[in-house]
Structure formats: C-alpha cells, structure tokens
T-cell receptor, first 112, second 114 residues
Framework: AQSVTQLGSHVSVSEGALVLLRCNYS??????LFWYVQYPNQGLQLLLK??????LVKGINGFEAEFKKSETSFHLTKPSAHMSDAAEYFC??????????FGAGTRLTVKP | ETGVTQTPRHLVMGMTNKKSLKCEQH?????MYWYKQSAKKPLELMFV???????ENNSVPSRFSPECPNSSHLFLHLHTLQPEDSALYLC?????????????FGEGSRLTVL
C-alpha cells in the first residue's frame, strides 16, 4: 500500500522568504501525487497534482512541486511567502484505484 | 449551491445520542468518501462509495453507519459514540471511481462527543 511522510509538522518562514514543504512517498506502482491546502475551519482544496506528465508541476497561488522518482519525493515550494499562505498543507499519494492516502500535514506560519 | 456541502457544520452530542451527518455534492461525481480528521494525525479514510455501492470500509467501528441513497448524497449515522470520536468529519467526492483524480472536499462537520 502507498503512503506519504511529511517532514516537519510545523514550518515557519518570514513574509517574502522561500517556502519549502517536504514530502516523501512510498508506492509499489507509479504514483499520482497531490498537495492540498486547508485553511482554518475549511475543507481541503487542491493546490496541484502530478499524474505522470511533466515532473515539475505548477499549481495555484504560485506554488509548484517537483516529482523526483530517484528520491521518492514531491516537495512543495513557493519562491516568496505571503501572509495569506498560512495554512495546513497535506501531501497525498494515490494509486489507480483512487485509494488516496494523506500525510499528517505541515502547518505553515508566515511571520511579518 | 456548488461543490460539496456538509451539514451540520458543528455538532455536540452525548454518548447515548443518535445523530446524522449529511453530505451533498453538486458536481455530478460518481464517488463519495468519508474521512476523519483528528488533531496531529493523518486523515483517515472511513468509507468509499462508488455509484452508490460501498467499496471500502476501513475497519470503522459499527457505531458509524454510512448511507448513500444516490450518487449525490451521503450520510454518516452516529450512535453510542465515544469521546475519542470527537473530530472533524470530511466528506469528499471524485468524478470517476477507479481513476486517480482530484478529491473535492466539503468544509467538514466538527463533532464533539461529551
């Protein structure tokens, strides 16, 4: 069965600084990978997804992620953090049967 | 209305109560899901319905009883819950079962069991 590990339950950056949220996956088949964001008192919404096309995936709000098979990683980055990026971010992996497994989440804090 | 709607948004119940959570999706999707979100734990998949048929029950206690009367509606019936069942319950839908695609989530129902 597939799984994901998110390194760091909390990440704090200054406004304007680089955001890097780490995700490593385990899957016995070529995976589909996702990043979701959850703002307070809301459900999860999709930031971006990798489905075996380009390895560098661009998402909403200036986020992007790179699929690295050799490292089994799918880290999320944004060049310049904004206060509105403060939220919880979830990495997820899915097989072709739509069995999606989520990581424990990383809470991003953005300092002014 | 658009997207996935969950009601109620907040629910407080005693251990002997019976209540239900409701989810409705207006996206024309064929698969619906219940997830449990507890603090400091990964989202736990509870139930999956594809074309109204339950295809997964992730070892969920029988005090949680799902119902899917049609592709647009999903319920989670609750009875004799425990305090550790307090969590955010998220409903989601996806377009095609068996094809890895995006999940669309509702805003969740925050459940507190006293």
């Amino acid at each position: 069965a597939q799984s994901v590990t998110q390194l760091g339950s909390h990440v704090s950056v200054s406004e304007g600084a680089l955001v890097l949220l780490r995700c490593n996956y385990s899957s016995s088949v070529p995976p589909y990978l996702f990043w979701y964001v959850q703002y307070p008192n809301q459900g999860l919404q999709l930031l971006l997804k990798y489905t075996s096309a380009a390895t560098l995936v661009k998402g909403i709000n200036g986020f992007e992620a790179e699929f690295k098979k050799s490292e089994t990683s799918f880290h999320l980055t944004k060049p310049s953090a904004h206060m509105s990026d403060a939220a919880e971010y979830f990495c997820a992996v899915s097989d072709r049967n739509n069995d999606m497994r989520f990581g424990a989440g990383t809470r991003l804090t953005v300092k002014p | 209305e658009t997207g996935v709607t969950q009601t109620p948004r907040h629910l407080v119940m005693g251990m002997t109560n019976k209540k239900s959570l409701k989810c409705e999706q207006h996206l024309g999707h064929n698969a619906m899901y219940w997830y449990k979100q507890s603090a400091k734990k990964p989202l736990e998949l509870m139930f999956v319905y594809n074309f109204k048929e339950q295809t997964e029950n992730n070892s969920v206690p029988s005090r949680f009883s799902p119902e899917c009367p049609n592709s647009s509606h999903l319920f989670l019936h609750l009875h004799t819950l425990q305090p550790e069942d307090s969590a955010l319950y998220l409903c989601a839908s996806s377009q095609d079962p068996g094809v890895a695609g995006e999940l669309f989530f509702g805003e969740g129902s925050r459940l507190t069991v006293l």
